[in-house]
């Protein structure tokens, strides 16, 4: 398969958001560029999936302030699904159940040309479902239906791979998946930011996902305030030590 | 039925015709119904009925292969069609009058109710008895196609029919029968248009049987449905059901389900699509008169531009039927503001040692999952239609008889304009399979 390789940016300036009338986000400065990895970590309730749900465009978020751009275009303007079309692409925490709509038809619904599973070469599907370890009979079956909370997430990066997007949010994609899904998929993401250049922001927690997708910069997200950023030592100390260095004052 | 009939419209006479004041009429909209516009006859001439035959093919077609064909045309049978790979002895179709009815067994399960049961046995006139001999099995469906309508008369008045159909599945026999119900091309005669059709299906499940059946009503939009379908099930035995509301103007369907042996299990399915002004009325009763019986109901539809539905089940539980399972469900897509969805589900438990759910939801399309679409790249419209396609694709996996699932899938696709249907979902169960179905109930 060959990738067009070109230079792209998630630029986030002062953004500041709430939800339900409180403010969660307090202005975050974050610019994600094409083959970067950004590691998005925090405690719970700082609002790192306030972040992701905020730059895709979910319902029930107020933007208070701020901006956000892909390679220029202002993406506070765009529906959520022209930011997809974008180049955006969020892989959520909990992945919605769609019953009734196979996951190969939502695909192929995904962009205007009514067949993004077609673009890809044949038995690049079932390589790119293999390389997740998501059993191939899942692309003709519900979205997300009775699948495992592991099972979604190899779901998740499987429809990254296909999609090929230019920069993505993982909220917390390591929830979960045992040790073999966590590795499986965070080698394919790698291998997505050497291959077309993703760029990636992974919110987590912890340090696992890490070990594998290794960040070029951490960002250490606290009550809606990137309080720290740093290399991928950062993460190892916040394994060691946890938030409170964070938190404190 | 002799009997009853001579009495019937004597009781018909002195019956009031239902109000919306009592609670199997409510939200029906019956208060503005005016039965005398209506009249009981059979306008359809030879050279008609013909072209009656070939339209019945047509639609049953649709159901896919069949074994058998039986054509009425407002409640007289017109035609019967029974395939040579039926085997000899394993299928009986009658056409049974009131007056040939030697068993009794002509409204044994439907017995009136109300003015529109007291209507029908008064004028029904000929009734299809199917039946199927112990331990028979049936491969393909038996496809029965009912049409009604007809120009109005000399004095203004408009086709009443009232087809009546038995179905009696012998001991541990096993088949699946479909029933479409229908208009009349308005070619054949006159405009096709209004008609009231109050049509009675009575099913009766031996031992140890297992029985598919499938009904798919899509008459004219001018057209009234007053229906009934009425099931009894031996031990043992188990009846799938599914009833595919998509046609008429008012369409009412009580599905009344006796469970009467031991171990006997019900699926009870329906979907229904409402646009325009249309109204769909369901009333339901799922009767657990036996010990460790279940019954399993799900009831999905989708109400568009003005269009209502009603949803009104009742669960009863017997006292001396313990280790029933029974489980109600009914889902209400509400995809315009001006449509309306009313639920409401009842239990009635007289016994302990029992397990027993409803569910019922009304509402528009889940935010949460369009949103998830649309994080894809699916644009807003289009990720609606998807859901909406997928609400009744999931409804469709379980249709006991997979032509019809195919069949309402289409339907509604085509009226809302959705996508095709997906083939690429998992095949639906088998016909004769067991009676708890599968998929994401």
Redesign the interface.
Known sequence: MTYTRAMHALELSGLRAGVAGREVLEGIDLLVRSGEVHAVMGPNGSGKSTLANVV?G??GYTVLGGSATLDGRDLLDM???Q???AGL??A?QY????????L????D???DDENALSRLAPGEIEKEAANVGLDASM?????N??LSGGERKRSETF?LAV?QPRIALLDELDSGLDVDGLKAVARRISAAVGEWGLGVVAITHYQRLLKVLEPDMVHVLVKGRVVASGGPELAREIERSGYAAFTDG | MRQRRAEAWERFAVADLPTEAEEVWRYSGIDTFDLDRFSPRQPVAAGGLSTAISQARLLAGRVGERCALVVTVNGQVAEIEIGTGVPAGSLDVEQASVKQDPDHRLGELATPRDAFGHLHDAFMTESVLLGIRSKARLDAPVVLVHLVGGSSDAEGLRVAAFPHTVIDLGESAGASVVEVLGSLEPSLDGDGGPALVVPVTELLVGDGGELSYANVQVLGSGCVQVGTQASRVGSAASLRSFSVGLGAGYARLRTDSDLVGEGGSTLLLAGYLGTGQQVHDFRTLQDHRAPRTRSELLFKGALSDASRSVYSGLIRIRNQAHGADAFQTNNNLVLSEGARAYSVPNLDIQENDVRCSHASTVGPVDEDQLYYLESRGIRPDAAERLVVAGFFAELAQRSPVPGVGLWMEQEVASVLGLPAPARSLPAPTRAGADGNGEGNG
Do not use: C
């Open positions: 895709m979910k319902p529906a959520t699904w930011r997809a079309r692409f969020l959520p992945p919605v159940e769609v019953p009734g709509v196979p190969g038809r939502a695909l619904s995904a962009s692309i003709g079956r519900s979205l239906v009775d429809q999609l």
